[in-house]
């Protein structure tokens, strides 16, 4: 059974009349989405296999060890998927600052693409069965079938806005000005000097993708505290993330540029943390992490009393 979501599975679905009990509901989408996820992500690694390949043969250095490190993402999805875990997926990438070559970029956006269609299809169609179901038990006042009905179509509901982005500058409330001077301007805000802006807003998930633009002003020390990372900078002007691994000591950094606007993104989950500046990959560890209880920014510090500009600061809770 292929989630391509395409019609095989939506008209097999469909074709089944009767009212369906939440369980038999649950078990049928998790199986249909299961199935389907393995096959589109192994038909990914078929593709990204033959991509490695052809670039290892071209002597293309780079670009087979950009092809190398996504196989191994692909391959621990894979296991996640066998092994029953809890899987949210990454977005479509942006074709026009994806660093990667042409060929692993458009089959890297194809593939994503088609699994955000696939799941999208899928959990509206059960939405609509379970709300309908949920209908027909309460007009039979069968209140506990509807009950457990309801509480699927709400967990699916709420899947389907998972992966909205959240700007966390909209409500200036949830952050704290810890030290030094802030000020908020919209979707933008300014520190200087020796400061750190502390969110408290609500929690943070355990997967999410986050994404700040810095632009630096003046000074030589911006920071991002992110749990018990912190996505710092060795001098010259050189983003790292720390703590780096053992054997990244003396490589893995950005540089960047003052007045220039630089993205950072992180993408953050319960095995792994990654580092992009400019959708450049900097720093990738896969290794248990901890649910992040503390995310903050500085614009300087006591040795280097900057002035910067963070904007954009959006949470998307997925990869």
């Not at 002003?217 to 991002?224: A, F, M, T």
Request: glycine content about 6%; aromatic content about 8%.
């Amino acid at each position: 059974m292929e989630l391509r979501l395409t019609a095989a599975v939506v008209v097999t679905v469909i074709l089944l009349s009767q009212p369906l009990g939440a369980e038999t509901l649950r078990e049928q989408y998790l199986n249909t989405k299961s199935a389907g996820l393995t096959k589109v992500y192994s038909d990914y690694f078929s593709e990204l296999e033959h991509l490695r390949q052809t670039a290892a043969s071209a002597g293309a250095v780079e670009e087979a060890i950009a092809i190398d490190d996504e196989i191994k993402v692909v391959q621990q999805i894979l296991g996640q998927i066998e092994s029953g875990e809890p899987l949210i997926h990454i977005g479509k990438f942006d074709d026009s600052q994806e660093r990667s070559s042409g060929n692993l970029r458009a089959v890297k956006n194809r593939s994503y693409e088609r699994i955000r269609e696939a799941l999208k299809t899928l959990d509206e169609q059960y939405i609509r069965r379970s709300g309908e179901a949920m209908q027909i038990e309460l007009k039979q006042q069968d209140f506990e079938k509807a009950r457990l009905l309801k509480e699927f179509h709400d967990e699916l509901l709420a899947a389907r806005s998972s992966g909205r982005e959240i700007d966390l500058f909209a409500n200036s409330d949830d952050w704290i000005e810890v030290k030094g001077d802030w000020k908020f301007d919209g979707s933008k805000v300014v520190g200087e000097g020796d400061s750190e802006l502390l969110y408290q807003g609500p929690e943070l998930p355990e997967s999410f993708t986050l994404t700040v633009d810095i632009r630096v002003k003046s000074g030589v020390r911006p920071r991002i505290y992110l749990g018990e990372y912190t996505v710092s900078n060795i001098d010259p002007k050189k983003f790292v993330l720390f703590p780096k691994q053992k054997t990244n000591l003396d490589k893995n950094f950005y540089s960047w540029d003052h007045l220039k606007t630089h993205r950072v993104r992180i993408s953050y989950g319960p095995r792994h943390i990654e580092l992009y500046i400019d959708e450049t990959l900097v720093e990738k560890h896969v290794e248990p992490t901890q649910p992040v209880k503390r995310l903050s920014l500085s614009a300087g510090d006591y040795y280097s009393k900057g002035e910067v500009v963070f904007s954009n600061v959006r949470l998307r809770q997925g990869l």
